[in-house]
């Protein structure tokens, strides 16, 4: 099926053709200075890929979050993806993922101390949140790569180890926003999502294939799952069990997450979303039916904290349900996570130096 539905997409490459067309003008117009990037007095950090769907780049925020947090006053700005809301929206104790957008949420939610911001114009955002809290000295920007009116300090990009970016197409055809050669404007290339027993021989071919600038620098990471931790309560899930699990999610790519739980866990049953789904009371009434009809004894219920955020609305009706969020994280290979944080570190210490 999916090689099929490949095969199909392949047939919209005319317009991939066109569509590559625009995004090439685009950015010769920035890259030429005709259209003009700002950059600001502060590191700003931008975190973003050249593809659409889940490259990681939410946990990758989390960690710099986690990097930086006890050093530096961290705010972080993303356009909030299908939220119900427009223009400059600040996180407060009011948000939801409907004001905010889901992985804003998530943020707000695991770092209160971090400003969380949504909006469209990243360049507008960026004064009027100096202004709301002028104590801010580390901006990072979600989902950015493509937003070439701010011009970052240091920008970091993705790409899934699985498809890398020298190995897709434009959309509509493929999964690219833009062309490959869009990776010149990056500071740091992390692959992420490799086979955690990935060699250094493998390791010096994707290097090779990506073919970075000379000052370029290439990590790679493996996905962490972490231990799941109830909805309602937030205890962890005893490991000393064996658990049947019924897993639901909406996001871009189920398959690695089914994989992992069905190699700790018993996984006796799915339901998939699209990907940033907003859920409905009859999602609810169907999660449960279908949980319900399930057979098995110590049975639980499993889903990802994007979509434990966009849950929310329905805590009432879901608190008493054996739902489990499970959390997921970055880890580096090749023991180069403390090369990456000195590369983070020294930006960030560097620029207030400098200023």
């Keep these: 099926m999916v090689i099929m539905l ?6 919209l490459y005319p317009f991939s053709v066109v569509y590559g067309w625009g995004t090439s003008i685009r950015n010769n117009l920035y890259d030429s200075g005709k259209y003009h990037s700002v950059e600001f007095a502060l590191p700003v950090i931008s975190v973003g890929n050249l593809s659409t769907g889940g490259t990681g780049k939410t946990p990758m925020i989390e960690y710099l979050i986690q990097l930086l947090g006890d050093s530096f006053q961290l705010a972080t700005l993303s356009r909030g993806y299908k939220r119900k809301t427009t223009g400059f929206v600040m996180a407060d104790e009011k948000s939801t993922a409907a004001t905010i957008g889901d992985e804003p949420m998530q943020i707000h939610s695991k770092f209160p101390k971090v400003n969380v911001v949504v909006c469209e114009d990243r360049l507008l955002a960026i004064p009027e949140m100096l202004r709301t809290d002028p104590g801010i000295e580390v901006i990072l920007l979600d989902d950015a790569y493509q937003h070439r009116r701010v011009k970052p300090g240091l920008s970091i990009l993705l790409t899934d180890y699985n498809n890398l970016y020298t190995r897709d197409i434009l959309l509509p055809a493929g999964n690219l926003r833009e062309s490959a050669k869009g990776s010149s404007r990056a500071d740091i290339i992390v692959v992420t999502k490799c086979n955690t027993e990935m060699t250094e021989s493998e ?7 990506l073919n970075p600038l000379p000052h370029q620098k290439v990590f790679f990471t493996k996905t962490n799952y972490g231990v799941p931790y109830h909805f309602s309560t937030g205890e962890k899930l005893p490991q ?17 997450l089914e994989k992992e739980i069905a190699s700790s866990h018993n996984l006796v049953g799915t339901l998939t979303f699209g990907d940033h789904h907003a859920f409905s009371k009859n999602d609810i009434d169907k999660i449960k039916a279908r949980f319900d009809s399930l ?3 110590n049975k639980i219920l499993i889903t990802t904290e994007k979509d434990a955020v966009r849950l929310r609305p329905f805590s009432d009706a879901i608190q008493s349900w054996p739902l ?32």
Excluded: T, W
């Design 6 to 11: 490949k095969k199909l997409r392949r047939l």
């Design 240 to 256: 000393n069990e064996q658990h049947n699990v019924f897993l639901f999610s909406g996001i871009a790519n189920p398959q690695p």
């Design 295 to 297: 057979n098995f004894a």
């Design 324 to 355: 489990y969020i499970l959390p997921v994280d970055h880890s580096f290979l090749f023991d180069e996570g403390g090369r990456f944080d000195n590369e983070i570190l020294l930006f960030c210490e560097g620029f207030n130096k400098a200023v």
């Design 203 to 209: 390791k010096s071919h994707i290097i090779k294939e």
